[in-house]
């Protein structure tokens, strides 16, 4: 059983993203400001929901009538802070590396021109035949996971942490 047990992942994340403590909304807008928008992604932020909408996002850039800010999952990315890892391996999965990679990143880009919060923000090849994916939410690294087993089959193993919002999925073959 887990090998990322011994990781403490709570106490940092309450402290980090201040679930806990902090009451005031920090994409607050001001008097005359119709959205919040982040300089990373040009996501916007409006009626406490976070979405793309390029038109909208163009239109406000610049004006004063958005407030420009840093959305929660460009500053999971910058903080290098992964709700979710999926580990591929195997002797087929190196053969195959890149047309499995190709899926994977057209996968994410499919869920994230939907879903502002759930993004690739790392890979790393971790051995020659091994690539270590990391995800900004732990439903991203289920749903790629899920996604490489029903094209190649092969062996899927999600592991939930028992404590927190965080799961390691495991795909071999
Ligand atoms: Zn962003």
Sequence with gaps: MGRYQDRKWSGEKGKKFGHAGRTEDPYFLEEGQEAALCTG???LYQNK????DEKAAKK???TNKVREVTCP????IKDRYPEGILTLSGEFFRERQQEIVTLIENE???VRARSV???IMNMNQEDWDKL????????LA???GRAVYKAYKGELDIRWSEMDKFVRVYWKR
């Design 73 to 76: 999952t460009c500053r999971k």
């Design 142 to 144: 289920q749903h790629l």
């Design 60 to 62: 406000l850039a610049g």
């Design 49 to 52: 929901r976070w979405f793309f």
């Design 132 to 139: 270590v994916i990391e995800t900004t939410t732990e439903k």
């Design 108 to 110: 994410a880009a499919r």
């Design 117 to 119: 919060q759930d993004r």
């Design 41 to 43: 992604c040009q996501a």
